[in-house]
């Protein structure tokens, strides 16, 4: 069993930012890859930002320049640093990890419950 957990949504004013948190627990052997997704209403889910486990990452065009994707001390922990935000970055972000839970064993993913995060004009 696995659990995802974020924190950090919230109201903010355009401009603004906020600083997202995921972490996973459990049953955990290694993460390849972690990342965020968001879905506004009425739209479909979008990848934000992602980062593997050498540290590259990719971010969504709409993004680029702004959003920061960050691996915590701990290598079960990811960030986003959400900088200048915008009315159309509202949207419920989610935190993703493919992850396996034993050495050569399968890729799961898994997903947080979500977070909101609201930015106000």
């Known amino acids: 069993q696995v659990h995802l957990v974020e924190s950090g949504g919230g109201l903010v004013q355009a401009g603004g930012s906020l600083r997202l948190s995921c972490v996973a627990s459990?049953?955990?052997?290694?993460?390849?890859?972690m990342g965020w997704y968001r879905q506004a209403p009425g739209k479909q889910r979008e990848l934000v930002a992602s980062?593997?486990?050498?540290?590259?990452?990719n971010y969504a065009d709409s993004v680029k320049g702004r959003f920061t994707i960050l691996r915590g001390n701990a290598e079960n922990t990811v960030y986003l640093q959400m900088n200048n935000l915008k009315p159309e970055d509202t949207a419920v972000y989610y935190c993703?990890?493919?992850?396996?839970?034993?050495?050569?064993?399968?890729?799961?993913?898994?997903w947080g419950q979500g977070t909101q995060v609201t930015v106000s004009s």
């Open positions: 993703n990890a493919d992850l396996r839970h034993q050495v050569g064993g399968t890729t799961f993913r898994y």
């Open positions: 459990g049953s955990i052997f290694s993460i390849d890859v």
């Open positions: 980062i593997i486990s050498s540290g590259s990452t």
